[in-house]
């Protein structure tokens, strides 16, 4: 604690502990300083907005980088005096995102994001006069610490790209990724989806790169194991193997990051399999899981060797200084999303010299997005060093896609054969830290106009020369990437084959046992007879005899297997077979006359479809559900009909068949009775228009006036209640009957509200009829004498 004196409330745990401390200590304003998360921000913004602060500190600022996020928008509206903003996260892509950052900070001078825009953008081409204005609008905004200047005791990072081979295995499946679009490897494709479907390529390169496993039908099994394979198969994961071995030798411990979350899951494996222990944090990574997971890696004495992260879900906000190792297993686009993620292990309070091994395929893909980082890295070092703010980057082109794509592609056709080495890790990573120092000198010695001027094909030029023009002339137009040659596949041997088909055997061939007879399938609800269900299996069970059939033992029910039972099941099935006998002439005309009467055409769908119908309509309404039966009768569907209700009870789930069909009927029930209810309604009037009432009770304030509430009571009886688009006719027309030529309130009322007090006027009569039952089931009132003698009662008299 920086500053123990001061009263602090930490926001913080579930709804009521929240409670608890905002009722006790927030609104009585009992505390000094209040700490809270982002989360809990938004949750309690109603209580928050209520105080007018002093100061207001945002740390890990670039989560309020979109003007549009949630997050963004609350702090806006959050009182104070004075506000601070903190954040070791470089701004990325664009001047917006400082803009919104400004705007945060002074709403009345950075108002406009259009005029900031349009300031910069007037400088044409210019970058020094554009550099020089960002300096100005920072200057009395931003100050800027970086480690060296407040920690001289940190020593800094040492970065070694290993340069790896790739097994067989990976060798195989890049060939395959080539192969399968090689006319758009070759850039013969469509403009409009050329860069998409490059992006593609360029996607499952990587992926192999990282692991072939990634890849479905690459893992051997099932079943599946983990094993030695999983190390075998990746030339990653050989160097890493070898690696991680020294640096646990050597008391360190290791933040591994990987792009992609599937990668974790194989890394997981593999320390499991290693039997290292580790912690994880991917994107899925709940929050108090994520806090959990830090604390126990970086609790004093923990055994967690090996922390897995997702660079995008853990490069950021996270101290791991515990940590002296960084592996970045693959790269980013943007460098300064690597950055973010070394910076774990290498800020203030580490007191061990860090070390980061970046993981690079060599002769691939990866050899050209680590070029074109290195490229992007030096460049913003160069633009706008001194902000920490990258300049705009543009996409990959097509052509800078397809040369990633092209590198090394030559060499994978040539020769399936593993390029892992068998070297040490100690040779490994010397011939490394000498192609670490080549790619830094050779971008360290390029200005800004080099760098703007750069190209993927100026990655070609090598003792002043041009490769890749050489290679074009020699070539022709294109650099063509030809496949291997297939190779013909022999399926038999001539000799084997006539040498086995001329053999003489003296072995008899055995007979094959015989097949059992189709079966007949009966389905429940086609209804057969039961009658000819019984002659359809001794039918069968003849055929069976006649076929020699033997009765295979049946497979075992459930973990309690009685082999004496299955067997005795056998035995009794084999016997009906063997005693079967043959229908008589009156059986088989029996047979063929119930044959008829089943609903053979009568498919599941259809069983379904009447049963959906019957409950929509009603069981009755057989013209009805005759219409919505596609290829069926009125006379067939009645027939069906007939048989259903009559013996839906052998069906094996009737009760939810019937319950579905009763639950429909009893809907139709209401809506016919509320009907009737709106009907006797508006007759009781002589003129509805003008003398309908709904009783207030219960009514409340509401915005339609009486007119309104008649007018659409009078329309519900009129089209009915419960019919199609009833509320769409109604507000069709409202907007023509002459009544609401002027009312602009209930001519723009969409249907979806009209339906919504139409539904609150019928719970209102409904309440109403209940008062009204409820009062003539009391003993009536005397009645009383009128004045000419005759005799009046106390119940309403008709208008």
């Known amino acids: ?37 982002y989360e809990l921000c938004l949750i309690e913004k109603a209580h928050l907005k209520k105080f007018a602060f002093q100061y207001i500190i945002i740390d890990e600022a670039h989560r309020i980088k979109n003007e549009n996020s949630m997050l963004s928008q609350i702090v806006r509206v959050f009182k104070s005096r004075n506000r601070l903003l903190i954040t070791g ?19 009345d001078v950075f108002s406009s994001s259009e005029d900031f825009d349009s300031w910069f953008s007037s400088q044409g081409g210019n970058q020094d006069n554009v550099i020089q204005q960002l300096h100005k609008v920072l200057r009395p905004f931003l100050l800027r610490r970086i480690k060296s200047d407040v920690e001289k005791s940190l020593l800094p990072k040492k970065e070694i790209n290993l340069y790896v081979g790739m097994s067989s295995m990976q060798r195989k499946w890049y060939q395959r990724i080539l ?55 990746a030339g990653k994961m050989i160097v890493l193997d070898k690696l991680l071995k020294r640096l646990k030798a050597q008391g360190s411990r290791v933040l591994l990051f990987s792009q992609m979350s599937r990668v974790l899951d194989i890394l997981e494996d593999y320390c499991i399999f290693r039997g290292y222990e580790y912690c994880r944090i991917d994107g899925q990574t709940k929050q108090d899981e994520r806090v959990s997971a830090i604390d126990e890696y970086n609790a004093p004495g923990s055994s967690k060797f090996i922390f897995l992260l997702t660079t995008r879900a853990g490069g950021l906000g996270i101290n791991l200084t515990s940590a002296d190792i960084v592996i970045l297993y693959d790269s980013d686009w943007n460098p300064q999303v690597d950055l973010q993620a070394q910076d774990r292990a290498h800020r203030i309070g580490q007191t061990k010299q860090v070390y980061v091994f970046r993981f690079v395929t060599e002769n691939a893909i990866e050899e050209k997005v680590l070029e074109r980082a290195a490229q992007k890295l030096r ?46 890790i100690d040779q490994i990573l010397r011939k490394s830290e000498e192609k670490t120092a080549e790619l830094s000198t050779k971008y360290q010695g390029l200005g800004l106009e080099d760098l703007q001027n750069f190209t993927s094909e100026s990655a070609y030029q090598w003792q002043g020369e041009d490769w890749s023009n050489r290679k074009k002339n020699e070539l022709g137009r294109f650099n063509w990437i030809e496949p291997p040659k297939r190779e013909r596949k022999v399926n038999y041997a001539v000799d084997s084959y006539y040498r086995e088909a001329l053999r003489v055997t ?12 189709k079966q007949i399938t009966i389905n429940e609800h086609q209804f057969y007879p039961p009658r000819l269900v019984e002659l359809l299996k001794r039918d ?53 006359r119930l044959m008829n009467e089943i609903f053979e055409d009568w498919s599941k769908r259809d069983f379904n479809n009447f049963v959906n119908a019957s409950a929509r309509w009603g069981r009755d309404a057989i013209e009805e559900i005759a219409e919505e039966m596609e290829g069926k009768t009125v006379k067939e569907v009645r027939a069906y009909a007939e048989v259903f209700w009559d013996r839906y009870r052998e069906l094996p789930n009737y009760e939810e068949i019937i319950s579905k069909v009763e639950r429909g009927e009893a809907k139709l029930q209401q809506t016919a009775d509320i009907q009737e209810l709106i009907k006797s309604k508006v007759k009781y009037y002589r003129q509805p228009g003008h003398q309908l009432q709904i009783s207030n009770q219960g009514k409340g304030k509401s915005l339609y006036t009486e007119e309104e509430d008649r007018y659409l009571l009078i329309a519900l009886a009129k089209y009915g209640y419960g019919t199609d688009d009833v509320y769409e006719k109604i507000r069709s027309d409202i907007e023509s009957v002459d009544m609401f030529k002027f009312n602009w309130f209930i001519k723009s009322r969409t249907t979806s509200e009209i339906a919504r007090r139409c539904t609150t006027l019928i719970n209102l009569i409904q309440k109403e009829s209940g008062d009204e039952e409820e009062q003539d089931e009391r003993p009536k009132r005397k009645e009383t004498p009128s004045s000419n003698g005759t005799s009046v009662s106390h119940s309403k008299r008709r208008r």
């Not at 003296?506 to 015989?514: C, I």
Request: glycine share 4%; hydrophobic share 30%; with cysteine.
């Open 506 to 517: 003296t072995k008899p061939t055995q007979a094959k046992p015989p097949k059992a007879p």
């Open 179 to 233: 192969e399968k679009d090689i006319a758009a490897v070759n850039g013969i494709i469509n403009k409009s989806e050329s860069k998409t479907r490059l992006l593609n390529i360029v996607m499952q390169l990587r992926k192999c790169c990282n692991h072939p496993y990634l890849f479905d039908g690459a893992e051997p099994g099932p079943p599946y194991t983990t094993d030695e394979h999983l190390v075998d198969n």
């Open 89 to 107: 996260t470089p701004l990325q892509n664009n001047l917006h995102e400082l803009w919104a950052l400004l705007n945060f900070l002074l709403p």
């Open 540 to 592: 069968m069970y003849y055929q069976q005899k006649l076929a020699g059939y033997k009765v295979p033992l049946p497979e075992p029910q459930g973990d309690d297997d009685d082999v004496e039972s299955r067997e005795q099941e056998r035995q009794e099935e084999q016997e009906r077979i063997d005693n079967a006998e043959p229908l008589t002439e009156d059986e088989e005309s029996e047979r063929d």
């Open 1 to 37: 604690m920086w500053t123990p004196d001061f009263h602090i409330l930490l926001l913080q745990g579930n709804k009521d502990e929240r409670a608890q401390l905002i009722n006790d200590r927030l609104l009585p304003q009992d505390f000094q300083v209040c700490i809270t998360s």
């Open 379 to 424: 460049l913003d070092q160069l633009v706008i060093q001194q902000g920490r703010l990258a300049q705009t980057q543009k996409a990959a082109t097509k052509e800078e896609l397809l040369t990633m794509i092209q590198h090394g592609a030559e060499g994978i056709f040539t020769s399936n054969d593993s390029t892992v080495t068998d070297d040490d």
